[in-house]
Nanobody, 123 residues
C-alpha cells in the first residue's frame, strides 16, 4: 500500500500559478494510478486529473483542461499538479489519491487518500 501526503497549497491571485506535490510513500508506487480531486466548501468532491502507471495515460476534468498538468516521477514516488491561470472557482481542498487499478474518475476507485491541501485563489 501507499500513503499519499500533499504539499504546496496556499493562496494565489487569480491568473497565477501553483504546483502541488504528492509524495506517496510505500511499496510499488510506480504500479499505482494517481489522481487529484478537490472539494470546495458546500460542494461535493470532484475529479480534477489522473495519471496512470503508464505515464502516457492521463485525463483531466473539462474545467481544468488546458490549465492544469498532471505528471509523476516514479524515482521520487511523487505526483505533481501544475496549475496555471488559476481562477477563484479553483479554490478548494485538493486531495491526492492512489489506485491499484487504472485511472478512475470517481473517488471510490481510489484506495488511499492524503489529508488534503488548501488552495485559495483570490480575485
Amino acid at each position: 500500500q501507499v500513503q499519499p501526503v500533499e504539499s504546496g497549497g496556499g493562496t494565489v491571485q487569480a491568473g497565477g500559478s501553483m504546483r502541488l506535490s504528492c509524495k506517496a510513500s510505500g511499496r510499488l508506487f510506480s504500479t499505482y494510478a494517481m489522481g487529484w480531486f478537490r472539494q470546495a466548501p458546500g460542494k461535493d468532491r470532484e475529479f480534477v486529473a489522473a495519471i496512470g502507471w503508464l505515464e502516457r495515460n492521463m485525463d483531466y476534468a473539462d474545467s481544468v483542461k488546458g490549465r492544469f498538468t498532471i505528471s509523476r516521477d516514479n524515482n521520487k514516488d511523487t505526483v505533481y499538479l501544475e496549475m496555471n491561470n488559476l481562477k477563484p472557482e479553483d479554490t478548494a481542498v485538493y486531495y491526492c489519491a492512489a489506485s491499484p487499478r487504472e485511472i478512475g474518475y470517481s473517488g471510490w476507485q481510489y484506495n488511499y487518500w492524503g489529508q488534503g491541501t488548501q488552495v485559495t485563489v483570490s480575485s
